[in-house]
């Protein structure tokens, strides 16, 4: 598809906003007595992420895990430095295909378990190709 | 102290990336093509073991792609780059002395470490695996070239868990025996050459050479390369690179271009990368040069260059595309097909000491506002913000057929799960 363009409009420079010189509080009397105890703002990035280097987000789709909140669109976070544990949720690769699960680990037993009834769990026989990608830390829902 | 070096190296990197968001490339034969899908940058192993060489241009394999449906990829830089810095930050980790040596290797100073140096390296690349998905090959020596050899037996050898320590090797001589002369690092293909007409074939050959007969052919550098393959350390980590001394943004044309126009928007859509690259690392230029060139095998052929100084040095878009565009009204001539234009960016100076001109009247507070804006709107949407003096259609534009998502960087590009 070609993008035609109508008009081209260029910026009116004319007007100039520039701060003065001499806008700010003279600092004089007493100092804030909030001063001290002042603390960094609070960062959603440091609280969803423990490890940046193997932390990464992936998109979900469809609605076999609505039981565990999660929707078709959300976006989930997934640290590949945990190790998995039982009733984790996670990102498997089963025969090349990604797929977001909860696993269950029974002795060497290992399955994978949907959250929804339309969908049947499925156990990871011996000879097929398994690999837990990452375990899912948090789920990001818009309302 | 006892000097310790090791060299982790990613392995087939660009086709790794590839694979850990794309997991059905496993055991499958990969390979990366270039700029404008060009030539064979990557291969797997199974690319590889199907006589895929480096390098090669992909229409001369196109033949082996088809008949073993070699799975086919764009470069997908901006992918490349993220999972590169993430394979850092982990290695950083084990220590804090570290040389990022370029996108898919890093030199690590082990010295003093009281641990089993193999287990330590199989660590490390147990590590990196888990964390990023990326396999990497790690190589311990007392010198960086040792390393180097190192990780090359490490990447040749059956063993997939293999981290080859030679700082206590008794057989170093039979390691190096093994390995031919152009394997060594800063050994060029043409030294190789030379080396081989007087029978120095082998890394070992090397380390026995006359240093005299070195320094007199190859210089000082030839006699740090011997001395390191003898372990005795000639190079230490580099821990801070070199301040950046000027930054291009080059690309060879989609399809040759023989129009002013065309070549404007390239050199326009060029500057304005410059730009950010400039505004990204906080530098600005002072000097610009804009380079055009055709083939070099036509018969028209013509390369010419011009240099811009700027008033003070800027990293403003605006008046990068406006120097450009100046340039190639000077380089512009007809009846050229034009293969490929640069922008390279020199006198580069810290953002925040940018020396300003006394008849200089541009509001740089406000352009620094609006740079800002467009880079903040660009990191969120695929479809960036451009200045129209780059063009819209952009036929020249290298071709990225087969790029994969910007699955790191892109919230349009995620990975997807089911």
Redesign the interface.
Known sequence: M??E?KK?HTPD?SV?H??SLFVAAVPAGFPSPAADYEEDKLDLNKHLIK????T???????D?MVGAGIHHED??VID??IEPKDKNVV?A?VA?????KRIRIKSRKITLEPENLNYSAQEIAEDT?F?V?GVVTSVIHKL | MKEVFALVDCNNFYVSCERVFN??L?HRPVVVLSNNDGCIVARSNEAKALGIGMGVPAFEVADLIKKHNVEVFSSNYTLYDDMSS??M??LSTFTPDIEVYSIDEAFLNLAGFKCSLTDYGRKIRQ?VK????IPVSVGIAGTKTLAKVANHIAKKSARVDGVPDLTDSTNLEQVLAEVPVEKVWGVGIRTAIKLKRVGIETAFDLSKADINWIRNRFGVVGVRTVYELRGICCYQLEQNPPAKKSLVVSRMFGKPVESVEQLKEAAASYASRAGEKLRRAKLAAGLMTVFVTTSRFIKNKYFNSHTVEFESATNNTTELIRAALLSIDYLYRKNCQFKKCGVILTALVSESRIQQSLFDNT?R??SHRLMKAVDAVNARVSSPLRW?AEG??QSWQVKFNRRSCR??TRWDE?????
């Open positions: 070609v993008t363009v081209v420079l100039k520039l701060q490890n940046p280097a193997a990464f987000f992936v998109r979900v789709t469809g076999s976006l989930l590949r430095s990102i690769v090349g295909e990604l797929t977001v190709e690999e990608w | 997991p059905k496993a993430r394979v930050e982990v590590t888990k964390w990023t998905g509001d507070e406000k129209a819209l259609c699955y790191t995620l990975l997807k799960v089911t």
